[in-house]
């Protein structure tokens, strides 16, 4: 049964770092052309419908800022 | 009846302790005050009162063994020496900008450097004017007797938990190392971790339940603003405990002319010299000053319009004696007979310097 | 199935817990500092011990380790923190205390007081950040600096013979009778952040059973004094430190 999956990124706590960018099997998360009022490029889900709620981007993420959603499909 | 034992200064200051119900003693040897830590071994009041005692492995470690204590709301000690208490003094400034309370003593020996192990005043100093980095103080005690060394533990964790300082003993190995009669209170119960809670959980580091917010404890402030009112908060205080706290004995001094200030082991010698002044027609008096900080100041200027001059009396080449003089503003001589090095002068030679500086 | 159907609180399968406070760290972006905090933060939410747990927070960057945990916090003097969770811990046995700790504070300044805290057999867990850097102070070689590496005070790279050797410091404190458990691990994958979550558990499980010391080493980054990206980092990490400062467990018992 495969899973399908979504993230939060609290846009404004987000400093770009890119750690979960590298640490997402589906590639699914980038950084954001637009930066946060501290001007980091944040992390957004750059596809919607890739994303397996792995919980790996929030796992490593060093700020916290990530919520992830899964549901059984 | 109070039981009363013949024991060594330093012993007492383990009884003292054990009696008014500490929670941890952290400690280092060194001569001459190990005696302290020995004594605590060998009561084992882990067994009876539930006291820690721990041999840490350097002086550095006790003192922060004591602030991890003191943030916990612990009644917490040390004691060390002279070389020893130089070290601790990092800790003690973190321990005075944390607003800690905690009690410690230094047994004083001859300096600078490894000295000797004599009796000294040198450490004056060090310990009124703070020690360690910042602007802080701690209140200092001077025992002059092992009754006070006993006494003034108790004393000094009233004190350090009345106002969140640290207090100190400031004594020598003369009183350390001398047996004397003392006698003891009754044991006083340990405050309990839900009694300590209920006291000082408002600041300490108890645990974070969920009536509270969490309590953090630093001396941390990297805001000016921020900083400057703590050390604005810090100096209220330490008005405060001048105004409230400051502590002495006199002796002759309603008719004296001249007066003889002493502290600790100088003290005791002084009151012979006072006796033998007497015996000759000298109107001299002895202050003894009990806090060294806060100062009696207030009590040495109240005499001024007495006195033709006074005579600070110290085992150092002359440290108290600049307390007397920013009292004295000037008014009347104010002269010092120091001796360093462990050598202890006789109450006739106290005399004698006292007629060559005033006679 | 569109998002907003996914994007609901019955489908949460990760968020913040709730030990870790709502301030943003003021740590570099992609700083380790930050996702050791998180696990040592769900480690203490999943076990219950909130109430029960005193942090000791280290001076260097984690410094301010305090902003970000809602338990109660002691911040010691440089190097001293084994000192205060020692006497934290024997004044409450039953309350799980843990220092946080760099490597220029622990292995460095505070040698002696990590060294005889784990030689005593303290019922603490120590987690020990190497990064081989000082961060705070401005990027200053660390006693975990490698041989050949760039920092503020050996800007062409580190020498043997003028600045020692990098210190394995964690293999020292494995040869201790006091030490229960002692590991290295890294968080700079999804993969290295769960085992070190499980080292850090076990950590604590230990120190509620009086095991003794269990010391949690994390290899970490410090991109800002590295000079490098934090995805940069990671990589140079792996591929320098790593072999180095080997991951794993060193001792269970």
């Known amino acids: 049964m495969a899973s399908k999956g979504a993230i939060v990124v609290d846009t404004e706590k987000c400093k770009g770092c890119s750690v979960c960018v590298v640490n997402c099997p ?48 | 009846m109070a039981e009363k034992v013949l024991k060594k200064g ?99 020996r001859g300096g600078p450097g490894l000295g000797t192990i004599q009796p000294s005043q040198g450490d004056y100093f060090q310990a009124v004017k703070g020690g360690g980095h910042g602007d802080y103080k701690i209140i200092v005690l001077a025992p002059f007797s092992a009754q006070e060394m006993y006494d003034f533990v108790g004393l000094g964790f009233d004190l350090a938990f009345k106002y969140r300082i640290p207090v100190m003993l400031l004594t020598d190995g003369m009183i350390g190392q001398m047996m004397e009669k003392v006698e003891l209170r009754p044991q006083q119960a340990r405050l309990s971790d839900q009694e300590i809670a209920q006291r000082y959980g408002s600041w300490a580091t108890t645990g974070k339940t969920p009536d509270r917010k969490e ?82 100041t207030k009590e040495i200027q109240r005499m001024i319009p007495q006195l033709k001059g006074i005579l600070s009396v110290e085992l150092s080449a002359g440290q108290m004696v600049e307390d007397i003089r920013l009292a004295v503003e000037g008014k009347i001589p104010v002269s010092l007979f120091g001796r360093q090095g462990g050598m202890l002068p006789t109450p006739v030679e106290v005399l004698d310097a006292f007629k060559t500086n005033y006679i | 199935m569109d998002i907003k159907d996914i994007i609901k609180p019955e489908n949460i399968v990760y968020q913040k817990t709730k030990v870790l406070t709502n301030n943003v760290m003021h740590y570099c972006p992609g700083c380790s500092h930050g996702t050791v905090h998180k696990l040592i933060a769900e480690v203490v939410d999943e076990m219950g011990i909130q109430e029960k747990t ?60 990590i060294m ?79 085992k070190t979550k499980k080292a850090i558990r076990k950590a604590f499980e230990n120190s509620g059973q009086n095991k003794g010391t269990s010391f949690v080493e994390v290899v970490s980054t410090c991109n800002s004094g590295w000079k490098l990206t934090p995805v940069q980092s990671n990589t140079w990490m792996e591929e320098n430190m790593f072999p180095f400062y080997p991951l794993g467990d060193i001792k269970d018992r």
């Open chain 2, 10 to 108: 330093n012993e007492v200051i383990a009884l003292g302790a054990i009696h008014c119900g500490c929670d941890g003693y952290f400690g280092y040897p060194i001569t001459p005050q190990s005696e302290v830590m020995e004594t605590l071994m060998e009561e084992k009041p882990w067994e009876t009162t539930g006291m820690v005692v721990l041999q840490a492995e350097s002086e550095i470690a006790s003192i922060n063994m004591v602030y991890g204590g003191a943030c916990c709301g612990k009644k917490v000690m040390t004691s060390s020496s002279s070389p020893g208490m130089s070290l601790m003094c990092e800790g003690l400034s973190y321990l005075a900008g944390s607003e800690l309370p905690c009690l410690t003593a230094n047994i004083v």
């Open chain 2, 215 to 296: 309590n953090t404890i630093t001396s941390l402030a990297l805001d000016a603003k921020v900083h400057e009112a703590l050390n604005h908060k810090l100096q209220a205080k330490y008005q405060e405990i001048t105004e409230k706290e400051v502590r002495f004995e006199t002796l002759f001094c309603e008719d004296a002319e001249y007066l003889l200030i002493a502290y600790g082991s100088m003290a005791r010698i002084c009151e012979s010299t006072i006796e033998a002044a007497r015996a000759q027609g000298i109107k001299l008096g002895l202050l003894r000053p009990i806090t060294l900080f806060p100062f009696p």
């Open chain 3, 54 to 113: 005193i942090g000791i927070s280290p001076v260097g960057c984690a410094v301010f380790a305090y902003n970000y945990m809602h338990i109660d916090w002691q911040q010691a003097a440089h190097g001293r923190a084994p000192a205060l969770a020692t006497a934290t811990k024997r004044l409450y046995p039953d309350k799980y205390v843990f220092t946080y700790q760099g490597d220029g504070d622990l292995a460095s300044i505070g040698t002696a007081e």
């Open chain 3, 116 to 194: 005889h805290a784990c030689n005593r057999g303290e019922n603490i867990v120590v987690i020990f950040i190497n990064n081989a850097i000082y961060g705070m102070t401005g990027g200053q070689m660390a006693p975990t600096t490698l041989i050949g590496m760039k920092t503020s005070t050996t800007p062409y790279g580190r020498q043997a013979d003028l600045n020692g050797y990098p210190l394995k410091i964690t293999e020292l404190i494995a040869q201790l009778e006091g030490t229960c458990f002692v590991t290295r691990q890294s968080v700079q994958t999804a993969a290295a952040a769960r």
């Open chain 1, 26 to 73: 589906t590639k699914t998360i980038a950084l954001a052309k637009e930066v946060n009022g501290k001007g980091y490029n944040y992390a957004y889900m750059a596809t919607l419908d890739t994303c397996i709620g792995c919980t790996n981007c929030a796992t490593v993420c060093p700020d916290t800022c990530i919520t992830v959603y899964r549901v059984k499909v």
